[in-house]
C-alpha cells in the first residue's frame, strides 16, 4: 500500500458538493467511459456522482474518507451491482498494480497537487482522467498561461484540456474560486522516456530559476536561437521560453551538445 504519513487534511472543508442531476449527466458524458471500463472515484460524497458513473462505466471503485458519508452512500446506493465502496483515505490508497482503468472525481481542492502527482507518477497510471478541481490549479497544470515547472513535467507523457467551466452556484457549499472539469489523457507513446524524466526535471527546473539563454543558464542566447531555428520553431520572446514544444526542443539539444 502506498503511503504519506506526512500529509495531514482537514477534509470537513474540503467538501463541495454537485447534486444537480442534469449537470452531473453533462459532465459524465464529457467522458468516453462505457461499460468496459474499470472507473476509479475520489472522493465518494452523498453518491451522486458515483450514482451516474454506475449507470455508464463497468465497475467503479469509490474511495471515501468520511465515515458518516460513506455510511450514508453505503445504504443509498447498496442496490447497485457494480459498485464498490471503499472508507478509506485515497492517498493511502493503492493504485491498480496491472490493468487499465479510468479516474473521474470532484477532488478535494487542498490536496489537488498530491492527488495529481500520485496518479500520473504511478507505476500503472490511469489511461484518462476527469478531474474537478480549483481553475487556478488547472491553469498551472496545464501550463495555458504560461509554462510551469508542473506543466512542463506532465506533458510529455500527458494530454490535458479544460472541458467544462463552472459556475460556483453550481456546489454547496459554495467555493470561493472558480472550477473547472480538466480531462488528462495519457499518451501513447510519451514525447521523453521514463529515465529521461530526471534530467529533463533537471534542466527545467535550473532554466526557470536561472533562465535560458542568460550567463547562468545551460545554453547561451546563441545556442537557443540555433536550436529553435534549426526545429522549426517560433524564437524564444525576450523573457524566456513560452511553448512547451520549445522547452523540449532545446532539452534535446542539450542533451545532444552534451554527449
Not at 458518516?68 to 478509506?88: E, R
Request: charged content about 25%.
Amino acid at each position: 500500500m502506498q503511503k504519506n504519513n506526512s500529509l495531514r487534511y482537514n477534509y470537513a472543508n474540503t467538501q463541495n458538493f454537485i447534486t444537480d442531476r442534469q449537470l452531473i449527466q453533462k459532465i459524465v458524458n464529457l467522458s468516453n467511459i462505457n461499460r468496459s471500463d474499470i472507473v476509479l472515484e475520489i472522493g465518494t460524497g452523498k453518491g451522486h456522482l458515483t450514482e451516474a458513473l454506475c449507470q455508464k462505466g463497468g465497475y467503479i471503485f469509490s474511495v471515501e474518507i468520511d465515515g458518516k458519508l460513506f455510511a450514508h452512500t453505503k445504504t443509498k446506493l447498496k442496490n447497485l451491482n457494480n459498485l464498490k465502496l471503499i472508507q478509506g483515505d485515497f492517498l493511502r490508497y493503492p493504485l491498480p498494480a496491472k490493468g487499465r482503468y479510468k479516474v473521474f472525481a470532484n477532488i478535494p481542492y487542498d490536496i489537488t497537487t498530491p492527488i495529481i502527482e500520485k496518479l500520473t507518477n504511478a507505476k500503472n497510471p490511469p489511461a484518462e482522467m476527469w478531474l474537478i478541481l480549483e481553475k487556478g490549479a488547472a491553469k498551472r497544470f496545464t501550463g495555458s498561461s504560461r509554462e510551469t515547472l508542473k506543466s512542463l513535467l506532465l506533458k510529455p507523457f500527458w494530454e490535458m484540456k479544460i472541458l467544462h467551466r463552472f459556475h460556483r452556484e453550481d456546489f454547496h457549499p459554495m467555493p470561493s474560486v472558480d472550477s473547472v472539469l480538466l480531462h488528462f489523457s495519457r499518451k501513447e507513446k510519451p514525447d521523453l522516456e521514463k529515465g529521461e524524466l530526471p534530467a529533463f526535471r533537471h534542466f527545467v527546473t535550473y532554466s526557470l530559476q536561472h533562465g535560458i539563454g542568460s550567463r547562468q543558464g545551460l545554453l547561451t542566447k546563441r545556442q537557443v536561437a540555433t536550436a529553435l531555428k534549426l526545429a522549426g520553431l517560433p524564437p524564444a520572446w525576450e523573457d524566456g521560453v513560452t511553448l512547451y514544444i520549445q522547452w523540449l526542443c532545446l532539452f534535446q539539444y542539450f542533451r545532444k551538445i552534451s554527449k
